[in-house]
C-alpha cells in the first residue's frame, strides 16, 4: 500500500474562496506531482517538483500554485476558486525516473467542487 | 497532440468475455506502464514492460510490447466484474530538460455480471 496521503478527500467550496489542497508522502521520494482529471478521463499534469525548492509547470496550464519546502509535503493552492475548476486532483511521488524503475505512487485523491 | 492514443475509449463487457486494448504513439519508447484506476481511488501500476516484443502475465491479464516499442496491448482472458476500472498506459517523456511521467487518454472498461 502507497504511503501517500491527500486532504481532504472531497471539498465544496464557493467561487473565489482560497483552498489548499494537501499531500504528503512518507517514502523520501524526490518527485512529486499533481494530476487533473475529469471523471473517468485521463489525467493531466499541472505541477512537478523534482525536489526542496524545485517546482515547474505541467502540460495543462492551471492557476493553482505548489511549494515544496519540505522532501515529504507538496501542497496545491487555489487563491479564487472558480467553477472551472471543479475536477479531481491527484497528488503522487515517486524515485526513480529511469527505464523499468519509474512507478508512480497515487494518492486517494481530492474531488474538488466549486459552486 | 497525444503522445499516447488508447482505444478503445469506452468499453462494456459481459462477465466471461474476453478484451483487448491498444495503447500507440508514433514515438519510440524505452518503457511503458500500465495503471489500473478503480472508482474513487488513484491509478495503480500493473506493470511496465521495457523489452521490444516482450510478454508479461499477471493472472488473468497478459501484457505485451510492440517490437518496434511504439505501442502495447493489455488483453484480459475471462473479465470479471471486479476488473472494472479506467486501464492507463504511461512513460516517460522528456519535455526539455525535465522527464515526466505521460499518461495515456485511458480506456473505461466496465465488466457487467
Known amino acids: 500500500e502507497a504511503d501517500i496521503y491527500q486532504t481532504p478527500r472531497y471539498l465544496v467550496i464557493g467561487t473565489g474562496k482560497k483552498i489548499t489542497l494537501e499531500c504528503s508522502q512518507t517514502?523520501?521520494?524526490?518527485?512529486m506531482y499533481w494530476y487533473q482529471q475529469d471523471p473517468g478521463m485521463e489525467l493531466h499534469l499541472i505541477h512537478y517538483?523534482?525536489?526542496?525548492?524545485?517546482?515547474e509547470k505541467g502540460d495543462l496550464s492551471s492557476e493553482s500554485t505548489v511549494s515544496r519546502i519540505r522532501t515529504e509535503h507538496f501542497p496545491l493552492t487555489l487563491e479564487s476558486a472558480r467553477p472551472s475548476h471543479t475536477s479531481q486532483y491527484l497528488c503522487?511521488?515517486?524515485?526513480?525516473?529511469?527505464?523499468?524503475?519509474?512507478?508512480?505512487?497515487f494518492g486517494q485523491g481530492t474531488r474538488l467542487t466549486v459552486v | 497532440t497525444q503522445l499516447l492514443e488508447q482505444s478503445p475509449q469506452f468499453l462494456s463487457i459481459q462477465e466471461g468475455e474476453n478484451l483487448t486494448v491498444y495503447c500507440n504513439s508514433s514515438?519510440?519508447?524505452?518503457?511503458l506502464q500500465w495503471y489500473r484506476q478503480e472508482p474513487g481511488e488513484g491509478p495503480v501500476l500493473l506493470v511496465t514492460?521495457?523489452?521490444?516484443?516482450e510478454v508479461k502475465k499477471l493472472k488473468r491479464l497478459t501484457f505485451q510490447f510492440g517490437d518496434a516499442r511504439k505501442d502495447s496491448s493489455l488483453h484480459i482472458t475471462a473479465a470479471q466484474p471486479g476488473d472494472t476500472g479506467l486501464y492507463l498506459c504511461?512513460?516517460?517523456?522528456?519535455?526539455?530538460?525535465?522527464?515526466?511521467?505521460?499518461f495515456g487518454s485511458g480506456t473505461q472498461l466496465t465488466v457487467l455480471p
Open positions: 517538483s523534482y525536489g526542496v525548492n524545485s517546482t
Open positions: 514515438s519510440v519508447f524505452s518503457s
Open positions: 517514502m523520501g521520494h524526490d518527485k
Open positions: 504511461a512513460t516517460l517523456f522528456s519535455s526539455g530538460s525535465a522527464r515526466q511521467l505521460t
Open positions: 514492460v521495457v523489452t521490444g516484443g
Open positions: 503522487a511521488s515517486s524515485d526513480l525516473l529511469d527505464q523499468g524503475n519509474t512507478e508512480a505512487f
